[in-house]
């Protein structure tokens, strides 16, 4: 089948770091995504991942292992405002996308 | 404003009208999706296009939704005889390929509600 599996909630300290893991089934992989969503929002762009390894950028860095179908986001140094929704998604397909459900992220002071 | 634009921002309508729903994506931007998303869930895709042509189609669309990008720029989705369990954000997304980049751009969607 086809499914992206993430947490629902998680709950971190200011200036903390978390890690939020990502596991997948897809076909037709060619990337894997990460999207940010403020509630009430739409989703916003963080990482794009298509070869394994880690991808750095800023306070955000997300990894990808193909084989083992795993993928996490990582965010240092968190601030009040990451509290967010955070969305992994892959393809499904030629053209189909499927995301998870999200992972709610509540930053605590 | 050069991003992704949706219109109407929210719409409230009784059960069993017709609403549509306009989506213009970024100008260079020739591939367009529309999802669905209610609360405490992902995106749920519904269809995709490559310019004007629709490629793919949920199969979870009934036949009461229909959507077009008549001139592969911007793209309507209707949906006929509105039920309550219609009632979600309706996202639009675009996106252009480069080699096998494909990252999607949300707009800010469209919030339906059926009475």
């Known amino acids: 089948g086809q499914n992206i599996d993430q947490p629902t909630e998680m709950t971190a300290t200011e200036g903390a770091i978390v890690q939020i893991n990502c596991t997948y089934q897809?076909?037709?992989?060619?990337?894997l995504f990460w999207y940010q969503q403020h509630a009430g929002e739409a989703p916003t762009f963080l990482s794009y991942n298509v070869l394994d390894g880690l991808e750095e950028k800023g306070r955000f860095s997300s990894f990808l292992s193909r084989s083992k179908g795993y993928s996490y986001l990582l965010l240092k140094e968190l601030q009040m405002k990451d509290s967010a929704s955070y969305l992994c998604?892959?393809?499904?397909?030629?053209?189909?996308?499927?995301f998870g459900t999200g992972t709610r992220l509540k930053v605590l002071a | 404003d050069t991003g992704v634009s949706q219109d109407p921002r929210h719409k409230i309508t009784k059960r069993g009208q017709n609403v549509t729903f306009r989506c213009d994506p970024i100008?260079?931007?020739?591939?367009l999706y529309w999802y669905r998303q209610t609360l405490g869930q992902g995106p749920e895709f519904l269809t995709y296009f490559q310019n004007e042509a629709q490629l793919e189609k949920s199969r979870l669309l009934s036949d009461r939704f229909s959507a077009e990008r008549p001139k592969g720029s911007f793209s309507t989705l209707e949906i006929q005889r509105t039920e309550q369990g219609d009632s979600a954000m309706y996202l639009c997304?675009?996106?252009?390929?480069?080699?096998?980049?494909?990252?999607?751009?949300f707009g800010p969607g469209t919030r339906l509600t059926v009475l």
């Open positions: 897809t076909s037709g992989f060619n990337g």
């Open positions: 998604a892959g393809p499904s397909g030629t053209y189909k996308y499927i």
């Open positions: 997304a675009s996106s252009q390929t480069w080699g096998n980049t494909d990252t999607q751009y």
């Open positions: 100008s260079e931007h020739n591939r």
